[in-house]
């Protein structure tokens, strides 16, 4: 059973991904109703209370927080297995709230996202110290967009490329895990622009293999830490 | 105190005032302001670029300034010049920060008092134009920004989208702040916008195709064009390197000196 929480208040992309544009959240009794993709995958975003595509969330930091409380606060999610917060770039009001609500509960850890280049990896540093300062557990990090195969000629090119070492040589120097690099496939984009399933639409993919070796790891990783917790108890 | 005060606001001597701005993360937005820099100065212009992205300040690295120091004189301060010839110059919390990797953990207001600051304090001089890159959404920092710059009466902005609905639709709401904010819309750049295979020159849509021209017909503002992928962009930035002296013959460069050939255009439009 899966929830996944979408608190970039400002650029809501989760509705459209996983083709939900334009439904709507419910209320009821117990609170707001997640919008289910499927039976045991639920979905909230701000997204779903926006009224056109080009509505615009022009608000500060303390507005923000008040709607990541809602979510969640308010959010009838039912009993579940994984909570999935997807957050905007940055390490500011977002991530410290999402951080600071969650405090009572107790977080696994945060996946990390960058592409190959420098540029993308002195942000994720910041990340990492971000993680680090407020005490979040790194799950590990992901390179995504590593790496482009030719369909013609199938030859590689580095359309990103990891001058300074790539997020290997980063995860080495700053200890944390690396699960994977995810190469760039254009049936990737395609997929969440159609809001349809990559893994079920392409599943010969080198992409899809990345991802499914991705997710095993993350699995894994919190098993441990559940089956952990349970012999402290 | 009062001789700190400035006799003259620090952006009396900035002809033209831009904002790069984006709806979505990632999608080259301080890419193309250090690239329109480098086009313009290539024009003979003297640019400045003004970097309100405080978690994540890229434009230092883009120039190979980013070990620099920031200095004070009377009238607050001095901006970091990337050349001899003093003719780009920048701004940005990177050159604050004293270990690199330490993060910007600030909330709002935080951010807010550093943004007036470097809207205010900085002695640009005399410039043509003054590049204000962002960070992605429509929240504190452009707010901030735009509420700051408003007296000054900025040119308007420039939005940065992929090409794929994904990016279009977050790129949808930034045009909405624009209008909300009375900044004025001068085009949309459809970036990432293909790759051309450099060893058998078959050409993929790694990120679909066509979004942003779409999106700035539907929105009736100008297109400023499709950047395709271009490694040599990517490897040059990487390094800091001036891509458009150096790698004129690059499948980027002639999309890049259109949209500076467009905004100078633009200009002397405005001025006649």
Redesign the interface.
Known sequence: QVALLDIDICGPSIPKMMGLEGEQVHQSGSGWSPVYVEENLGVMSVGFLLSSPDDAVIWRGPKKNGLIKQFLRDVDWGEVDYLIVDTPPGTSDEHLSIVQYLSATHIDGAVIITTPQEVSLQDVRKEINFCQKVKLPIIGVVENMSGFICPKCKNESQIFPPTTGGAEKMCQNLNVCLLGKVPLDPQIGKSCDKGQSFLSEAPESPATSSYRNIIQRIQEYCDQRHSHEEKII | LLSFLPERSNLAGVRHILLVLS????VGK?TISTELALSLRRSGKKVGILDVDL??P?IP??FRVQGSDVHQCDSGWVPVFVDQEKSISLMSIGFLLEK??????????K??ALIKQFVADVAWGDLDFLIVDT??????E??STVEALRPYKPLGAILVTTP???SV??V??????CK??GLQVLGIVENMSG?V????S?C?????KGGGEELAKHAGVPFLGCVP?D?QL??S???GRDFIQEFPKSSAFPALASIAQQILDGTSQRSS
């Open positions: 709806g979505k993360g990632g301080s978690c994540g890229s690295r883009m690199p990797d330490d993060a910007v953990v600030w909330r709002g207001p951010k807010n960070p992605p959404g429509t929240s504190d452009h707010i794929q609905a994904v639709g977050d949808r709401r930034e045009l909405t702040f909300k904010t790759f295979c450099p060893h058998c078959e993929t849509n790694i990120f679909s992928l490694p990517s490897q930035l990487e390094e």
